[in-house]
């Protein structure tokens, strides 16, 4: 991993992921390899794309080179993405990078903002 930089993968970019996004691209030691929704209008695709980042409605488009990026941030809520996530790390034997729950970016955003984010994700399938 290069210590300078984090390379982030964003799957959601709908309202579970915006606050998230916005807060990756205010960091300097972030770099967003790209960011992935099944709807290209989605308020983070339209974010990311104010600030030239790669979008896709195609999220294994941005796991053809995933060994690159250090961190897949998942907030879809979805299990069946989740699901396809690890079948795609064990497959291509990537051991290297590191699926983020949307659990976690939850309670991320809520020690930012002092107190409790609610997401549509549910641990009981995780």
Known sequence: MNMEHFKVAVIGAGHAGIELLERLLEA??????GVADSNEN??????????????????????????????????TGVKAVRDALRSHMQES???????????????????????????????EFY
């Open 93 to 123: 034997g990537n051991y290297h990078t590191v699926i983020m729950h949307e659990r976690i970016s939850a309670l991320l955003l809520s020690l930012f903002n002092g107190e409790m984010v609610e997401t549509k994700a549910s641990d």
């Open 28 to 33: 300097d030691f972030v770099d967003i390899v």
């Open 42 to 75: 989605a308020p983070g695709m339209l974010l990311a794309r104010e600030h030239q980042v790669l979008t896709t409605t195609d999220m294994n488009s941005l796991l053809v080179n995933s060994t690159e990026i250090d961190i897949i941030i998942d907030v």
